[in-house]
């Protein structure tokens, strides 16, 4: 962060309350292959928002107190529970890096949420996107982009372990992105004649677990395994071209046949479940053009792909009608235009 990228406008007073936004993320194509340096889409889910916001508490810079108030815990953030580790190291070390350069003491946090929680949405990357914005803001600093993801994945590699980076990257944007590990990051506007509907199983997703078994696959002892794993990382990678091929030429009826491979290929990877399955069965024979799971895995959403061009778009209700008749207990529209 470099000197001009202080706010002189915000250095007079610390009253108030400063806050941060981030969004829920969904992806279309390329988890778990995105891991392996292959690329990936994923779309901002704007109908869904984290907000953080930050106070002072008066507490001095030499010795800062910090507490927090969220849907898990209430109380001085020291005591806070694992699940909120990232949280904590976060705040120590923007604290230390953004607010006692300025001199700035403790605060107390607020963060409000209608992104569901280990549901493949980016949920623990929205809460540092808009915590890391709220205490900018606080500092009076300006953070570029890089550095709001840098700061982004020291909170994700200890929520997630090795996060490929998606997550924080797609929380952070309200456009389309493509992203590949290491890459320069591309932003798209879509613009398709279609709907992607998201449910929600009500079953916790588990990423971490995901990601480490995809791992373990790629590295087996067993050769045949090792080598249909590191095919199925490879078939993901061109299907995630080909989807975006399908998505600039708006053509929804190879887009959805792509999604359907990359749920086979992922299920190859042993990340669905028998409940993502239930639903992307109901969505298929509802008439979906296809669907996949969305995010690590194992629990969590799927997206079902509706075309725009059926009449009064009765199709987009059937479809998620089937959905909630099969058990999902939340869904989300998601156009793929506009
Ligand atoms: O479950 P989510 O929303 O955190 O998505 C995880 C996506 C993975 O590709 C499985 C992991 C990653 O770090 O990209």
């Known amino acids: 962060m470099s000197k001009d990228k202080i706010n002189p406008g915000k250095q007079a007073s610390r009253r108030g309350k400063y806050t941060g936004q981030a969004h829920g993320k969904i992806i279309l194509i390329g988890e778990h292959s995105v891991v392996h340096f292959k690329p990936a889409i994923a779309l901002p889910l704007m109908s869904t928002c984290m907000e953080a916001t930050v106070e002072a508490n008066g507490s001095l810079s030499s010795a800062p107190n910090f507490s927090i108030d969220c849907k898990y815990f209430s109380g001085n953030l020291a005591d806070a529970p694992g699940n909120l580790s990232n949280v904590k190291s976060l705040v120590a070390i923007l604290s230390q890096q953004l607010c006692r350069p300025q001199g700035l003491g ?3 946090i607020d963060i409000s949420s209608s992104i569901p929680q280990e549901r493949g949405m980016g949920s623990s990357a929205a809460v540092a996107v808009a915590l890391i914005r709220a205490i900018a803001d606080y500092a009076g600093v300006v953070l570029a982009d890089q550095e ?3 700061y982004t994945q020291i909170s994700e590699n200890i929520a997630h372990g090795n996060a490929s980076g998606l997550d924080s990257i797609a929380t952070a944007h309200d456009k389309a992105v493509w992203f590949e590990r290491g890459q320069e990051l591309k932003v798209f506007d879509c613009q398709c004649p279609g709907t992607l509907l998201v449910a ?3 079953v916790k997703g588990g990423t971490r677990q995901a990601v480490d078994d995809v791992r373990a696959l790629l590295y087996s002892q067993e050769r045949g395994l090792a080598r249909k794993a590191a095919e199925d990382i490879d078939r993901l990678g061109q299907l995630t071209e080909e ?3 399908a998505l600039s030429g708006g053509y929804m009826r190879k887009l959805g046949y792509i999604l359907d491979e990359a749920q086979d290929t992922l299920s190859a990877l042993t ?3 028998p409940e993502l399955d239930r639903l992307i069965d109901a969505a298929r024979q509802a008439g979906a053009l296809g669907a996949k799971l969305t995010g690590g895995g194992r ?3 799927m997206i079902a792909l509706v075309p725009d061009d059926n009449p009064g ?3 987009l209700s059937v ?3 089937a959905l909630r008749a099969a058990g999902a207990r939340r869904t989300w529209r998601l156009p793929l235009h506009g």
């Open 106 to 108: 403790g605060f107390n």
């Open 148 to 150: 709001i993801f840098d």
């Open 200 to 202: 929600d199983t009500g």
């Open 243 to 245: 989807a975006a091929q």
């Open 271 to 273: 990340v669905s479940s």
């Open 299 to 301: 629990g969590g959403c």
């Open 313 to 315: 778009s009765t199709l």
């Open 319 to 321: 479809v998620e009608n």
